[in-house]
Every structure is written in C-alpha cells, then in structure tokens.
T-cell receptor
C-alpha cells in the first residue's frame, strides 16, 4: 500500500533556530515528491518539487533533500521565523496514477 | 491574477441535507481536483476533472457524492444526505494541463454537519 509517513508529528522551536522535518514513503514506482506549507485555515502552498533524480532543492530558507534509494526526504528550515508556524506536508506522486498521496504533516510552532 | 477560489468558506448543514461546494480554478486552468481532509488526517484525493469530463474518481465514495465541471462555471462537489462523518475540510486544486503539472490549492471549504 502506498504510504507517506512524516515525523515528528509536531515540533516547537525558538525563532531563529533551524529544524529538520522527515518524510518516509513506500510509494513505488515513484514520480516526484513535493513539500507543501499549509497555514491554519488555508490551502497548501508548494515549497519544492523534486523528481527521483534530484537530491536537493532549495527555496529561500527551505531546503529539501531526497534519497530515492532509502525512500526518505527531509525539509530543512534555516533561521526560522514566526511566520514559519504552519503544517508542513510531504506529498508523493506515483508514476501510475494521477493522484497525489499526502502525509499527515508536521505541525511546526515557532515561538519568540 | 486570482488564485483558486472556493465558496463557501464555511458551510453548516444538518444531517440529511445537501451540501454544494464550489471551486473556480485559476485563470487558464482546465484541470480540477477535489481533496478531503478529515480532522488530524492528511488530504485524501477524491476526484479529478477536466472540463465536462471526470478523469479519475477513484477516491470518491460510491454513494451520495458527485462532482461536475461544466463547460461554463465553477466545478461543483455535491454531497447528498450528509452525515456527521462528512464533516471535513474540502480542498480544490487546479492545474494548467495534466496532473503532472503543479497543482495550486484553494483555501478550502469547511463543512460541519450537525
């Protein structure tokens, strides 16, 4: 069964600190992996999208890594800001279907 | 350059009533996707539509749920005879061409069934 598991479930950090969120997936064959940011009460917004041949991709203070062999991805946030408080969702698309498979997300709280 | 628009943002229905959720895709987008997010759960795919066609409805419950994307007007997700378990956030996304492309999400409709 295609699954996407994220850890930790929630995380609290101080403003200015770095953090890393994890994503493990069992989707195979694999097409691409995306990280989304979802603010409370809003729809998800794309941060990065990576194909199986890409190892890392950055978007400002967000850096995503992908290891297609171990089926793991991480999202690293540098110098966190209060506005980074949100749910971060790992999403995987398989080669066969049209659907995206979503993880449950990691809820990040950045405090001052 | 408006993004994906959904209305209403919040909808309250009593058990047995009908719920109609609307989604207007981004300008120039002809592909629409509906997702459901139950409390404490990840988004789950429901249906993928192009103008006047249902492409993939593998995530749609077999009964009470239907979706359409007419030639003119928004996409509609219709839930008949709602039950408490239908309470969730329903998100619509759109893309310019096929689902291989980037999907842009709307703000969601939060359905509460009393």
């Amino acid at each position: 069964k295609n699954q996407v598991e994220q850890s930790p479930q929630s995380l609290i950090i101080l403003e200015g600190k770095n953090c890393t969120l994890q994503c493990n997936y069992t989707v195979s064959p694999f097409s691409n992996l995306r990280w989304y940011k979802q603010d409370t009460g809003r729809g998800p917004v794309s941060l990065t999208i990576m194909t199986f041949s890409e190892n890392t991709k950055s978007n400002g203070r967000y850096t995503a890594t992908l290891d297609a062999d171990t089926k793991q991805s991480s999202l690293h946030i540098t110098a966190s800001q209060l506005s980074d408080s949100a749910s971060y969702i790992c999403v995987v698309r398989d080669q066969a279907g049209t659907a995206l498979i979503f993880g449950k997300g990691t809820t990040l709280s950045v405090s001052s | 350059n408006a993004g994906v628009m959904q209305n209403p943002r919040h909808l309250v229905r009593r058990r047995g009533q009908e719920a109609r959720l609307r989604c207007s895709p981004m300008k120039g987008h002809s592909h629409v996707y509906w997702y459901r997010q139950l409390p404490e759960e990840g988004l789950k795919f429901m249906v993928y539509l192009q103008k006047e066609n249902i492409i993939d409805e593998s995530g749609m419950p077999k009964e009470r749920f239907s979706a359409e994307f007419p030639k003119e007007g928004p996409s509609i997700l219709r839930i008949q005879q709602v039950v408490r378990g239908d309470s969730a956030a329903y998100f619509c996304a759109s893309s310019a061409t096929s689902s291989y492309n980037e999907q842009f999400f709307g703000p969601g409709t939060r359905l509460t069934v009393l």
